[in-house]
């Protein structure tokens, strides 16, 4: 008997919220029963779910919940290399190594994520610009395809595979375990500075200086306008050393998480709201250098747990675009002012700088900066997300897969030009098109209609 269950799943940003059939296998040799179960026609590979729109989705079809494969195989202390299985998340990775004096090499905005779902986007953190993205540090991972065969694959070992599945999305296959190498610390402590800017040429310019601190990002006022467009609050830092610290310099003490116990109504977030905490967010950071506990630098919104119900039940999507260095000014001045005038309210914008690409064939950062922000799910959002998608387009951009909801099958040609790349391998790997999501659908990617 089938061990799917019907199930109302969303991504973070609860938009689209899906009908699809889950089943969560409790150990490894399980997946590749579930995997080929005929009760679905299509699955996909589900971790903690932060992803923000459909690509942990599957309308209709199957989806593997994979979180209960949370274990650590083995550590080797004298390379700092950690093998573990694919629904490991960097909560419980931080939980265990921190106090050994281990770090993640990259981490996202929230540490409530797996490791295959942070390989499957190969996510960038605020050190992109000095360390790349997460696969910089993946040695290896075992990939169960739909033929049931295991492919383990690395930079040497099937390196096609490999750098399909890095960033691809789950639509290669299912990765059960991996080799990620996390890097030594003396402190869990941050030695943080915060510079305001006044504009948007201020903010990129200081961005520029970037070059002493491993850590980087900016706060930016998204609603700001006329003078004051782009003016923002960088935070960058470094590792704290053990001198600069009191009491033990590995403290990491997992603070109880606040909640958001109800869905806010839609007023409660409107462009006024917004402006006065945006207003409220610059003023109360002056420039200035301390020492900051990890938490708050690195996963500020994790002390929040559900925050994303405070967009309401119509729920939000996060739209990230990259631009080139070449074009940035002028492409971010044209989406803020676009936001800006749309009214839509955003008091969560981030900007960023990326380092090179990798090889990573649905990779999204390359050289240049990145803007995020939550944009809420109201009336006319798809069309909106599409306006912003041609301006990032007309400035040679593209926008992140694992935030996105609204593009069309076009627009990710046009950002993504190594698309019929990708499909090529996908249909090597899986020949009958088992791995499919809702959001290879909508993008019509690897033959799904
Ligand atoms: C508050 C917040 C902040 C964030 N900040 C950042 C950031 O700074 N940088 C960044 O890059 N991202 C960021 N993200 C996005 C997030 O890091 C990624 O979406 C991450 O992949 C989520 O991991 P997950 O385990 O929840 O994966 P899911 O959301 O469950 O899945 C994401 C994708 O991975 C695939 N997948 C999951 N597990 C596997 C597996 N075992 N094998 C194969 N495929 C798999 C899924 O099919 C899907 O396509 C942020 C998200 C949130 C909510």
């Known amino acids: ?31 590749p029963y579930a995997a080929n179960d005929e009760f679905v026609s299509d699955i996909i590979a589900r971790g903690l779910g932060r992803s923000y729109g459909d690509a942990a989705l599957n309308l209709d079809a199957g989806v593997l919940l994979l979180e209960k494969l949370n274990r650590f195989l083995d550590f080797d202390a004298q390379t700092g290399v950690l093998h573990a299985e694919g629904g490991a998340s960097f909560a419980d990775i931080l939980e265990t190594f921190v106090p050994r004096g281990y770090f993640l090499p990259v981490t996202p905005g929230t540490k409530f994520v797996t490791l295959g779902g942070a390989i499957a986007c190969d996510v960038h953190g605020k050190n992109h610009h000095r360390d790349g993205c997460l696969s910089e540090w993946v040695e290896e991972f075992d990939l169960l395809l739909a033929s049931g065969e295991t492919l383990t694959c690395s930079r040497e070992q099937h390196p096609a595979a490999f750098w399909a599945t890095i960033g691809g999305m789950g639509l290669t296959g299912i990765i059960t375990t991996a080799k990620l190498r996390l890097i030594p610390i003396e402190t869990t402590s941050i ?4 510079t305001r800017t006044k504009d948007l ?8 200086r970037d070059g002493d601190f491993r850590y980087s990002v900016a706060w930016i006022d998204c609603l700001a306008s006329g003078a004051s467009l782009g003016r923002s609050v960088l935070i960058r830092g470094n590792h704290a050393a053990p001198d600069e610290v009191s009491g033990d310099p590995l403290e990491f003490g997992a603070k109880r998480q606040k909640a958001v116990p109800v869905d806010f109504p839609d007023f409660a977030l409107n462009s006024l709201s917004v402006k006065a905490f945006n207003a409220l967010y610059y003023a109360a950071h002056p420039d200035r250098e301390k020492i900051v506990p990890f938490e708050p630098f690195f996963w500020p ?19 990230q675009c990259v631009l080139p260095f070449e074009t940035s000014r002028d492409g971010l001045k044209t989406l803020l002012e676009t936001i800006s005038a749309s009214g839509r309210a955003s008091f969560l914008a981030v900007l960023k700088t990326f380092g090179p690409q990798n090889l990573g064939l649905l990779d999204f950062p390359f050289s240049g900066h990145t803007l995020a922000l939550d944009l809420p799910a109201s009336a006319g959002i798809v069309e909106f997300a599409r306006e912003l998608d041609e301006i990032v ?50 993008l019509r990617i690897g033959g799904a209609q």
């Open 191 to 194: 030695r943080a500075s915060y």
């Open 201 to 208: 040429d201020e903010t990129l310019a200081e961005f520029g």
């Open 393 to 442: 387009l007309n400035h040679g951009g593209r926008v992140y897969l694992a935030k996105d909801a609204t593009l069309s099958p076009e627009n990710l040609r046009r950002m993504y030009p190594q698309i019929e790349e990708f499909v090529a391998v996908k249909a090597r790997l899986d020949p009958d098109n088992r791995f499919q999501s809702s959001l290879s659908k909508r």
């Open 1 to 31: 008997m089938s061990t799917f269950a019907q199930r109302d799943l969303a991504g973070w940003g609860r938009f689209p919220s899906q009908n699809c059939f889950a089943t969560r296998p409790e150990k490894r040799r399980e997946v």
């Open 301 to 319: 919104l994790d002390a929040v747990s559900d925050w994303n119900r405070i967009y309401g039940a119509r729920g939000f999507i996060q739209y």
